[in-house]
C-alpha cells in the first residue's frame, strides 16, 4: 500500500463551493419557512395562541436547527475553500523551493 496522498484541489474547490451554494439555497428556503409559519399564521391556523403553542415551538426548534444547519453547511465550504487556497500556497513555495535549490546547483 502506497504512503502517497493524492489531493485534487479542483475537486475540492467544487467540492466547497457546493457546500456554499447549498447553505445559499438553505438560506432562501429559510426565509420562505419564515413567512409561511410564523407565529401569527400558526395561531390563525389553529384558532387560538394555546392550540398553536407546541407547534409554535416546534416551528422555533425546526427554524433554530436549520439555521444552524445553514451556518454549519456556509462554514464547511469556506473552510475546504480555505484549505484549496492553503494546498495552493504550499505547492507554490515548494516549487520556488526546488527551483531555488537547482540554480545553486544543489540537485544535479
Known sequence: MSDEVRLSTEELHKLGASFE????????????FRR?????????GFGSDEAARPYRELYEEAE??????????????????????????????LVDALRSVEKTGGMK
Not at 451554494?21 to 420562505?32: D, G, T, V, W, Y
Not at 409561511?36 to 390563525?44: I, Q, S
Not at 444547519?69 to 507554490?92: C, F, P
Open 36 to 44: 409561511r409559519a410564523d407565529a401569527e399564521a400558526l395561531r390563525d
Open 64 to 93: 433554530q436547527a436549520l439555521t444552524q444547519l445553514q451556518q454549519r453547511l456556509a462554514e464547511v465550504g469556506s473552510g475546504i475553500k480555505e484549505t484549496v487556497a492553503n494546498v495552493h500556497a504550499a505547492e507554490e513555495e
Open 21 to 32: 451554494i447549498r447553505a445559499e439555497e438553505l438560506s432562501r428556503q429559510l426565509a420562505a
